[in-house]
């Protein structure tokens, strides 16, 4: 069966364009996170979703992050006038339900110039 | 955010030794996962632990829920090469249910 998959696998932007990376959850995973890590650190919360709504966006660093599951599968992180702080790997990551544990994807590696 | 400590940061050790981590919080968690992550991939789940006390193994691997439900550790028995990564502690709390919280990774480097 398919894992989680992620893409672009690497995406390379200059300072200020906007980016979009996609999740495709494993099949029948009613839930969907985002996280980012950096370099020599764990991965750190942006958002999850149950379904189709985020059920929790606190990890969202500012108002230039969002997120969107419309049909309650695929989900896009998008970042909007992108900084180089951004500079991380996206991972994604889906459960059966939010009581169950997290498969990840392999990850975006976005890189800001 | 939740502080998950992990330690120790790094370890080297020789082929067919045992290896012990483990993973302390300030916070109470209902739930305590084990992740691998290798070089340019995510991180791949070896063990689940739902029940404080709870003892779980996966092969080579041992992980154990502590009791006071702020820690958990990990043990790997007779390492070999491919056991290199990083490993990290997940704790997720008992009213939430959605984020899990990670640890800042131990790096295992086998010596063959």
């Known amino acids: 069966g398919a894992g989680v998959s992620q893409t672009p696998s690497n995406k390379v932007t200059e300072k200020g364009k906007y980016v979009e990376l996609r999740c495709d959850p494993i099949?029948?995973?009613?839930?969907l996170y985002w996280y980012r890590q950096s370099l020599g650190q764990g991965p750190e919360f942006l958002i999850y979703?149950?379904?189709?709504?985020?059920?929790?966006d606190s990890g969202l660093p500012n108002d230039r992050f969002f997120a969107v599951r419309p049909e309650g599968s695929v989900s896009t992180l998008k970042i909007q006038r992108t900084e180089r702080g951004d500079s991380a790997v996206y991972l994604c990551a889906s459960s059966l339900t939010s009581l169950n544990e997290q498969f990840f994807g392999p990850g975006t590696r976005l890189t800001v110039l | 955010g939740q502080q998950l400590n992990q330690s120790p940061q790094s370890m080297f050790i020789q082929e067919g030794e045992d290896v012990s981590m483990n993973c302390t919080s300030s916070s109470i968690f209902n739930t305590w996962l084990w992740y691998k992550q290798d070089p340019g991939e995510g991180p791949v789940l070896l063990i689940a632990l739902y029940k404080a006390g709870e003892l779980t193994s996966n092969g080579r691997l041992t992980a154990q829920f502590g009791i006071t439900r702020k820690d958990s550790f990990l043990n790997i028995s007779a390492s070999i090469p491919s056991d290199v990564g990083i490993y990290f502690c997940a704790g997720q709390f008992s009213n939430t249910g959605n984020q899990f919280y990670f640890g800042t990774g131990t790096s295992l480097t086998v010596i063959p």
């Open positions: 979703f149950q379904g189709t709504g985020a059920a929790d």
């Open positions: 099949s029948g995973h009613t839930a």
